[in-house]
Structure formats: C-alpha cells, structure tokens
C-alpha cells in the first residue's frame, strides 16, 4: 500500500511555524509562489519516490506511515516529518529532496542503535531514491547532507554495504 500526499497551505499553522521578522503576508506569498514552483516537480516524481523508499528501507508503508499524508508548506527553519512539513526553498529541486528525505522518516523511524546511524541511514536512502529519478540534483543532496551531518562512525555505506543486497531493515536487525 503507498499512501496518498497532498500538498496543503494552510495560513494559520504556516504563520505559527514562522520564525523570521518580515511582516508574515508577505511571507505566505512566498510560500504560495515558491509552493507553485515546487508542485511541477512535486506531480511528476511524487509516486516514483514513494514506491522507492521501501524497495530500499524494507519497511514497508502500512509498517508506520498513515495510508494519507498531507503535506504542509510553510516558512519555518527546517522541515518536520510528523505532521509532515517543507519549508519552502527558492529551489524546488531541493525542496524535492528535503520532501524525501522526510518521507523516508515517515517510513522508517524506529530500531536505530543511535541517532547518528539513524540521520545517516536516511541520508543515504535519500541519496539513491533522488539518484533512481534521473534528475540532476547532486548538489541538492549535498546540501541536504551538510544540514544533517552526522559524526556516526559506524556508517553503512562505509561498512560495504550495498542496496542491491540489504535493506536498512536487514541490515539494524544485524
């Protein structure tokens, strides 16, 4: 079962998420024109994300995700999985990937030894979901990387692991 998102504005949970000093309409119209932006890239990839995920985490989506997840779009300082908020980016291919990376969260957020092997199994689902799209977003993902790094020594991707063979559920079970 893949569930159903649906991009949402909603003006009184966006303004009570808003931390800057602008008088905040003219905030929400950004967030309306940068959302605009994003829905394109957004329709066209959003069922593709959503069938990767669990082809490389192992969970699968009726394991912790709703059958329905909204998806909110605000101005705050970093985007949020439970309820599922982006913060709005002048870039909408980065907005793509902080939308799946936080997806991925949703998908999978429990059995981790530590939050450092957690944040860097998200990173690296995150990093082939976006290669699998054929989109040119490497410095999106890069960027993403540097907002969440982690200072885990014991990292997957450094211990030979490989997708092809092992999920991330495979392999925190041991």
Known sequence: MIPKTELRYNYKYAKILYRGHKYFEAVWQQIIDRGGAFEEIYESNIKKILELIPR????GWNEYADVFIPIYLADSPSSI??????SVNENPGFMLVDLTHELIH???YC????????EECFNL?????IQCLDLNLK???RELEKIN???S???PSKTGWDFNKKTIKEFIKG
């Open 106 to 108: 949703c998908n999978m």
């Open 125 to 129: 689902v995150t990093r082939v979901v």
């Open 153 to 155: 020594k014991i990292i």
């Open 149 to 151: 790094e982690s200072e």
């Open 56 to 59: 490389f985490t192992g969970f």
């Open 111 to 118: 059995g981790f030894k530590t939050k450092e092997l957690q």
């Open 81 to 86: 999985s439970h309820p599922l908020t982006l």
């Open 139 to 141: 410095e999106e993902v």
